[in-house]
Each structure stands twice: as structure tokens, then as C-alpha cells.
């Protein structure tokens, strides 16, 4: 018998949630990311599971299987301007509500910086909201 995540010193895995839950990975997988609903029963059991372990998503890999990261990025011009703090705000509480994170860069105004942080916050996101000084042309991923 293996021994569960927490026999060895680790944190849980949805491996451990399914032997404690007496169910299948793919059931506790479809219960966490809320892709399916079961009976009563299944989904207590797991998500009891799943707290007494410990157990919580990895969104990296989570995205790695459904191509989605579950966040959105901001790109600002400079955060100690009021009107970007106002939108910073805003967004993030949109984001939230809707179950994404947020991730923000401020280019402080340097349009070198701005095309670098651009382009290494993109491929880390589903969505991109930017303020911006580039032209359009240097805009396109």
C-alpha cells in the first residue's frame, strides 16, 4: 500500500483526496474544478477529503491541462497616479468575482520596459488589459 501525502511529509494530492474520498481522480477533479456535479454524498465525502488533507489545486497544472491560467493581467503606466489606482481596484475586484487572479505590472512610464513586461506577462494570462503609450504594431503577441 502507498502511503498517503501526509505519511510522507508532503502535501496532498488529488491521488490522496480519491483514496480517502473512496472515489476516482477523475471524480475529484471534476468536483474541484466544478466541471460536473455529483451526488450529495460523492461530493461531501470528497470535499471532506479534501479538507481534512489539506488538499488545494495547483492552478499551474490545472492549466496545464485546460489551457487556461484563471488570471488577468493590468498593465499600467504608472501606479502612484490616482486615476490607475482607481482602475487597478476596479479590475481586481471584477477578477475576483469572477474566480481569476490578477496580475499587474506598472511600466512606469518606460516604453522599453513597457514592450518587455508586455511581453512576459502575456503568455502568463487569459485575458489582458492594458494602458499603453506603444504604437499598435508593437502591440500584436
Known amino acids: 500500500m502507498n502511503p498517503t501525502s501526509s505519511e510522507r511529509n508532503t502535501k496532498a494530492t488529488i491521488r490522496d483526496v480519491a483514496l480517502a474520498a473512496n472515489v476516482s481522480i477523475g471524480t475529484?477533479?471534476?468536483?474541484?474544478?466544478?466541471?460536473?456535479?455529483?451526488?450529495?454524498?460523492?461530493?461531501?465525502?470528497?470535499?471532506?477529503?479534501?479538507?481534512?488533507?489539506?488538499?488545494?489545486?495547483?492552478?499551474?497544472a490545472s492549466g496545464m491541462v485546460?489551457?487556461?491560467?484563471?488570471?488577468?493581467g493590468l498593465v499600467i503606466l504608472?501606479?502612484?497616479?490616482?486615476?490607475?489606482?482607481?482602475?487597478?481596484?476596479?479590475?481586481?475586484r471584477v477578477a475576483l468575482k469572477h474566480g481569476y487572479n490578477m496580475l499587474f505590472v506598472d511600466?512606469?512610464?518606460?516604453?522599453?520596459?513597457?514592450?518587455?513586461?508586455?511581453s512576459a506577462l502575456i503568455h502568463r494570462v487569459d485575458g489582458l488589459i492594458m494602458s499603453s503609450r506603444l504604437p499598435d504594431e508593437k502591440l500584436h503577441a
Open 28 to 60: 475529484v477533479s471534476k468536483i474541484i474544478n466544478l466541471r460536473k456535479t455529483f451526488s450529495s454524498d460523492v461530493e461531501t465525502r470528497v470535499k471532506k477529503a479534501a479538507r481534512d488533507l489539506g488538499y488545494y489545486s495547483n492552478p499551474m
Open 66 to 72: 485546460t489551457g487556461r491560467t484563471k488570471a488577468v
Open 107 to 118: 511600466t512606469e512610464e518606460n516604453q522599453s520596459a513597457e514592450a518587455e513586461l508586455i
Open 78 to 92: 504608472d501606479i502612484s497616479n490616482p486615476h490607475f489606482t482607481a482602475m487597478v481596484k476596479g479590475a481586481h
